[in-house]
């Protein structure tokens, strides 16, 4: 089979060869790819800051796929060929709380994942495509819609009436606000652009910050929440940004750490996270039983992927450097 190989850290060393196609062992499926989306995850990893003690090299990287099951190992019995399933991230988290390992079994480093024809996923976390959705559209799911699922459902308990801010309008932040909106919640986002302020208003937000013209963010926050701040925070920006996080977010209200776009270390101050007795969670996407659930939902309410560009399988470093400079949504490569 075909498939995009990462040989060393850097992008110049993904390269596109011909491997052979890894065969189905007992409990596995053999899926033909037809599309994965990019993540911030993948591209940290091509620059060597994900974890990069647990790089194989060489890697098939991308964890987020969808495609069809065209063969099986035995004992197989959840799925059958013809199927058409979505890779879950963390492979071996199926339900309740993580172990202590999850991050040895995830796709895309340390386990191959969805660069190239065909991969390999163990049927248990494995998670059925939705049926409205195509494999590009389905692509988007395991990372960007379950993380903000898990941060708004699971963990934040979002009901109607109550505000969340969400960080940017890359991948993870658009698919909460489109499920936090028909959650019923008042949504704020904030950008680098008012261009995408206003895009992302279409898509239920009920206020925008551009956080480069208004650096001090979290004042304009407690503006718009009559100076209480929001229920829920989704951090997707990490650094010492969490100090505004914790300003903008209500007197023990919940902030869903999530990212760490401008750094992975910070400087909290103590303070004013005690005395607002503020809730802050690391999130780690979410169990395979929250992708079905969250399937469920978006199946409900209608709620379509927010696709900013699908590039060929030939130009993946093209749709890398895409996702480098900013995008409105999910950048999605199509292979089948
Ligand atoms: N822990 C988890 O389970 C998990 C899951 C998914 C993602 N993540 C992490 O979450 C982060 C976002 O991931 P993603 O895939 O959504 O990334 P992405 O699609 O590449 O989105 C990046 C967007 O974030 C915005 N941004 C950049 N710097 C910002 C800042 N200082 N303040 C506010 N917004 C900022 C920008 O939006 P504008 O152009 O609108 O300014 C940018 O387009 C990454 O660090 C990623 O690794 C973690």
Same mark, same amino acid.
């Given at each position: $089979?075909?498939?995009?190989?990462?040989?060393? &850290?850097?992008?110049?060393?993904?390269?596109?060869?011909?491997?052979?196609?890894?065969?189905?062992?007992?409990?596995?499926?053999?899926?033909?790819? @037809?599309?994965?989306?990019?993540?911030?995850? %993948?591209?940290?990893?091509?620059?060597?800051?994900? !974890?990069?003690?647990?790089?194989?090299?060489?890697?098939?990287?991308?964890? %987020?796929?969808?495609?069809?099951?065209?063969?099986?190992?035995?004992?197989?019995?959840? &799925?059958?060929? @013809?199927?058409?399933?979505?890779?879950?991230?963390?492979?071996?988290?199926?339900?309740?709380?993580?172990?202590?390992?999850?991050? %040895?079994?995830?796709?895309? *480093?340390?386990?191959?994942?969805?660069?190239?024809?065909? $991969?390999?996923?163990?049927?248990?976390?494995?998670?059925?495509?939705?049926?409205? $959705?195509? %494999?590009? !559209?389905?692509?988007?799911?395991?990372?960007?819609?379950?993380?903000?699922?898990?941060?708004?459902?699971?963990?934040?308990?979002?009901?109607?009436?109550?505000?969340?801010?969400?960080?940017?309008?890359?991948?993870?932040?658009?698919?909460?606000?489109?499920?936090?909106?028909?959650?019923?919640?008042?949504?704020?986002?904030?950008?680098?652009?008012?261009?995408?302020?206003?895009?992302?208003?279409?898509?239920?937000?009920?206020?925008?910050?551009?956080? #480069?013209?208004?650096?001090?963010?979290?004042?304009?926050?407690?503006?718009?929440?009559?100076?209480?701040?929001?229920?829920?925070?989704?951090?997707?920006?990490?650094? *010492?940004?969490?100090?505004?996080?914790?300003?903008?977010?209500?007197?023990?209200?919940?902030?869903?750490?999530?990212?760490?776009?401008? @750094?992975?270390?910070?400087?909290?101050?103590?303070?004013?996270?005690?005395?607002?007795?503020?809730?802050?969670?690391?999130?780690?996407?979410?169990?395979?039983?929250? &992708?079905?659930? $969250?399937?469920?939902?978006?199946? !409900?309410?209608?709620? #379509?992927?927010?696709?900013?560009?699908?590039?060929?399988?030939?130009?993946?470093?093209?749709?890398?450097?895409?996702?480098?400079? @900013?995008? &409105?949504?999910?950048?999605?490569?199509?292979?089948?």
């Amino acid at each position: $089979m075909k498939a995009w190989l990462l040989k060393d &850290f850097g992008l110049d060393n993904l390269q596109l060869e011909e491997v052979a196609t890894p065969q189905p062992k007992a409990g596995e499926l053999l899926v033909k790819v @037809g599309a994965v989306s990019l993540n911030f995850r %993948d591209k940290a990893i091509v620059d060597g800051i994900y !974890e990069p003690h647990l790089v194989p090299k060489p890697l098939i990287p991308v964890s %987020d796929a969808a495609g069809t099951v065209v063969a099986i190992g035995d004992n197989v019995t959840r &799925f059958k060929v @013809g199927d058409r399933v979505n890779s879950h991230l963390y492979s071996r988290w199926l339900d309740g709380e993580p172990g202590p390992n999850e991050p %040895d079994y995830c796709f895309g *480093s340390p386990l191959p994942g969805g660069l190239a024809e065909y $991969m390999i996923i163990h049927e248990d976390s494995a998670v059925g495509a939705p049926d409205n $959705m195509s %494999d590009i !559209e389905a692509a988007t799911l395991p990372i960007a819609a379950l993380t903000a699922w898990y941060s708004l459902v699971d963990f934040g308990q979002i009901q109607t009436g109550q505000t969340v801010l969400v960080q940017g309008t890359g991948g993870v932040s658009i698919f909460a606000v489109q499920i936090a909106t028909a959650l019923g919640a008042k949504v704020i986002a904030t950008s680098s652009s008012d261009q995408n302020l206003q895009a992302v208003k279409t898509l239920g937000a009920v206020a925008g910050i551009n956080y #480069r013209t208004t650096p001090n963010w979290a004042d304009e926050v407690l503006k718009l929440t009559d100076g209480k701040g929001v229920d829920l925070l989704l951090d997707v920006a990490g650094g *010492s940004g969490i100090n505004q996080s914790v300003a903008a977010t209500k007197a023990s209200g919940r902030i869903a750490q999530i990212g760490f776009l401008t @750094g992975q270390t910070v400087e909290l101050n103590l303070m004013p996270l005690i005395f607002r007795q503020t809730t802050i969670r690391g999130i780690a996407v979410a169990p395979r039983s929250s &992708f079905d659930r $969250m399937n469920a939902f978006l199946n !409900e309410h209608k709620i #379509r992927p927010v696709i900013d560009q699908v590039y060929p399988f030939e130009k993946a470093r093209e749709a890398y450097e895409h996702l480098a400079r @900013g995008a &409105f949504g999910k950048v999605v490569i199509k292979i089948a």
